[in-house]
């Protein structure tokens, strides 16, 4: 049986992003490599994503004036 794996082109469309934008994330280790060339299986790329922290985790930074409340 042969065994499929996913290329950074994949991954990226698998995450909704450009080929450019995957090159900031930092990838799982790979699951195979051929040559210098990089492959994760789909459930590698899909078990990673979904450990990554949310957008805004931690707060960022505090505001310069906080408003308050009435």
């Known amino acids: ?3 499929h794996y996913l290329g950074v082109t994949q991954v ?7 080929k450019a934008a995957i090159s900031a994330y930092k ?3 790979p699951d195979v490599m051929i040559g210098r060339t990089r492959g ?3 459930e590698t790329i899909d078990t990673w994503n979904s450990a990554r922290p949310g957008r805004g985790v931690g707060g960022g930074r505090p505001r310069k004036h906080q408003q ?3």
Do not use: D, H, Q
């Open 27 to 29: 990838l799982p280790e």
């Open 40 to 42: 994760w299986k789909a």
């Open 1 to 3: 049986m042969t065994e």
């Open 68 to 70: 308050e409340r009435e």
């Open 12 to 18: 990226a469309e698998r995450l909704g992003i450009s």
